[in-house]
């Protein structure tokens, strides 16, 4: 604007402008400093954890991350847990007392002398497989990329033929909850009968063949990893075997955790 006046006017008017214009330049410069301050701390990486972590409790995941070391520690020690509670509340709010509440109850959230031994149950079960072919697996643990669903893998051992290996009732005695065993075998009745002749996945030359029927229950949920485990399971069988799954719900990390997830209103200004 200065080289573009040329008159006595305009550069008179020009002037008259110079004061506003400088303090627009000092003030320009003032807020690139700061912004130049500003871009430091938050491009730090203790400010993005910090951040990064506020922001994921809202979608559950530092909840997640705690329950998890909950379950795979059986539990926590007695500090680690007090110092969990007063982080969550200090950090978040007191209205996350109910959500700390509601964990704990349903034993997400434990000591380590409620916890189950996860160490254990993870050795007898083979739950962690080191080596996964995805592409042509031979395992379930291929669906986590070599973590064995626990449910599944029980389902696995529990649908083989008797006796029950030794390590899972060790295994099934450290799991939480009560479990127990019923033997539904159809028994022959002396008289006249005639053999099944249910074709065992469709090949021709099997009609004598029985194909095993298992009804699994998820009371709770199922994800869907573990429904893709038992679809291996069936097409591992070679059709000796035909899995049915019901369940009271489809789940994810996200949604077995939102119902938990359940913080307190918080009062309205003024009020006591």
């Not at 200065?2 to 008259?16: M, N």
């Not at 627009?24 to 690139?32: G, K, N």
């Not at 409620?114 to 962690?128: E, P, S, T």
């Not at 573990?226 to 789940?251: C, D, H, P, W």
Request: charged share 20%; net charge positive; aromatic share 8%.
């Amino acid at each position: 604007e200065r080289h573009g006046a040329k008159s006595v006017k305009e550069i008179k008017t020009f002037i008259t402008q110079l004061p506003g214009l400088q303090a627009e330049h000092q003030s320009l410069r003032i807020h690139t400093n700061i912004a130049e301050h500003i871009m430091g701390k938050t491009n730090d990486q203790k400010f993005l954890s910090c951040l990064e972590q506020e922001q994921m409790l809202w979608r559950a995941q530092v909840l997640r991350l705690m329950c998890l070391q909950s379950l795979i520690n059986g539990g926590l020690k007695s500090k680690v847990l007090e110092h969990y509670r007063k982080e969550i509340i200090q950090t978040y709010g007191f209205e996350h007392l109910e959500t700390i509440y509601n964990l704990e109850k349903v034993g997400l959230l434990s000591s380590t002398t409620d916890g189950f031994k996860y160490a254990n149950v993870q050795n007898l079960l083979r739950l962690v497989v080191d080596e996964v072919d995805e592409l042509n697996p031979e395992d379930i643990a291929y669906v986590y990329s070599g973590y064995a669903p626990l449910s599944v893998r029980l389902i696995e051992t529990l649908s083989s033929p008797p006796p029950m290996p030794r390590n899972i009732e060790v295994a099934m005695r450290d799991l939480p909850g009560p479990h127990f065993e019923h033997d539904n075998t159809t028994r022959i009745i002396p008289g006249q009968y005639r053999a099944p002749t249910i074709r065992v996945g469709g090949q021709p030359g099997n009609e004598g063949a029985k194909k095993k029927v298992i009804l699994v229950y998820f009371l709770g949920g199922v994800t869907y990893a573990e429904v893709a485990a038992i679809r291996f399971l069936a097409k591992k069988s070679e059709g000796q075997k035909e899995y049915i799954i019901a369940t009271t719900n489809m789940m994810k990390a996200e949604s077995f955790l939102s119902p938990l997830f359940n913080p307190l209103p918080i009062p309205p200004k003024g009020s006591r």
